[in-house]
């Protein structure tokens, strides 16, 4: 993961010299999994930390005195957070020349904590820096936005993600698949690998007409959007199948030969517009398990329609 992180652009930006830094960075990351990882990276180049060194592995657990990581891990970004930024930008730096804030999940924070740090944000004391991390852009207040230099972040390549998953991952099979069907969002993909792919043997399952609403009911109890991700896949190669492009596809299994057959190339194309749809609602937090009953009425209404006219 570490050479995933290391050619974003905003790290590259932090391994720069930092002449013309700017007092203010906004990373915007897609994946929120490993959003902290990069900011911690971040810091560790914007101090000049080489992998190993004592302040490389101060920054990573969070404790160097002149890198201050907030809100602490698993917390939420309070107004008292923020006053207390405030309070902590007028102390000297203790180690070195300059003091890094490092504010995790800026788009978490409620309008009323991002205004109150608008003014630290636009004119911080001297030799005072702040780098943010957000997952999506929308979620930070215009306002803010306009204080930072922002960095919005591309999803990796799939070869960038397999090449990473075969680093993290020797032991297990399906990097092909699970590289093709992430997204570009690595923890994505990490989950499509977990339990030996058991995503997509719930995608299959639930294509291919299998007691659906227990599946349903599995997707919300485990609330994972890599579900709908291989459900995505499943469709994608089907449909490269069906059209005689089976070369195109990241695998041609069984799974993906039965939904072939079963759905014809009009059906697969409907269901990859209604799997997307899906997976925006549980991104603007959708309850999973309705999600996926209703991902599983617009697929056989499609199939109805089709029957109906054939």
């Known amino acids: 993961m570490r050479e995933l992180l290391r050619s974003t652009t905003?790290?590259?930006?932090?391994?720069?010299?930092?002449?013309?830094?700017?007092?203010?960075t906004l990373a915007v990351f897609p994946d929120g999994r490993y959003l902290r990882a990069l900011l911690k990276a971040c810091a560790a180049a914007f101090f000049g930390a080489e992998e190993g060194s004592r302040t490389a592995r101060l920054?990573?657990?969070e404790?160097?005195?002149?890198?201050?990581?907030l809100p602490p891990a698993g917390g939420k970004f309070t107004a008292e957070i923020?006053?207390?930024?405030?309070?902590?930008s007028l102390l000297r730096p203790v180690e070195r020349e300059k003091k890094l804030f490092v504010l995790d999940a800026?788009?978490?924070a409620t309008p009323l904590v991002q205004n109150k740090l608008l003014k630290l944000l636009e004119e911080p004391p001297q030799g005072v820096y702040f780098l943010a991390g957000a997952t999506a852009e929308y979620?930070?207040?215009?306002?803010?936005?306009?204080r930072a230099a922002v960095y919005t972040e591309p999803r990796f390549s799939e070869a960038a993600v397999a090449a990473a998953l075969s680093r993290c991952h020797a032991g297990e099979a399906g990097h092909k698949e699970a590289a093709a069907a992430c997204g570009g969002v690595y923890s994505v993909a990490e989950d499509l690998l977990a339990g030996g792919g058991e995503d997509f043997r719930l995608a299959a399952a639930f294509l291919t007409g299998e007691d659906r609403e227990a599946i349903c009911r599995a997707v919300g109890e485990s609330k994972r959007p890599s579900f709908f991700a291989a459900v995505r896949l499943l469709l994608r190669d089907?449909?490269?199948?069906?059209?005689?492009?089976?070369?195109?596809?990241a695998s041609q299994t069984q799974a993906v030969r039965a939904v072939a057959a079963r759905y014809p190339a009009g059906v697969l194309t409907a269901a990859l517009d209604a799997t997307a749809q899906a997976e925006r609602e549980v991104k603007f937090n959708a309850n999973f398990a309705q999600a996926a009953l209703t991902l599983a009425l617009r697929i056989s209404k499609?199939?109805?329609?089709?029957?109906?006219?054939?």
């Open 59 to 61: 920054i990573e657990s």
């Open 82 to 88: 923020a006053s207390g930024m405030a309070e902590e």
């Open 106 to 108: 800026l788009d978490t």
């Open 139 to 146: 979620g930070v207040l215009p306002t803010v936005c306009s």
């Open 238 to 249: 089907a449909l490269f199948v069906r059209a005689g492009q089976g070369g195109y596809a």
């Open 302 to 310: 499609e199939e109805q329609i089709w029957r109906q006219s054939s």
């Open 63 to 69: 404790s160097f005195a002149d890198c201050i990581v």
């Open 10 to 24: 905003v790290y590259r930006a932090f391994s720069r010299p930092q002449g013309d830094l700017p007092h203010f």
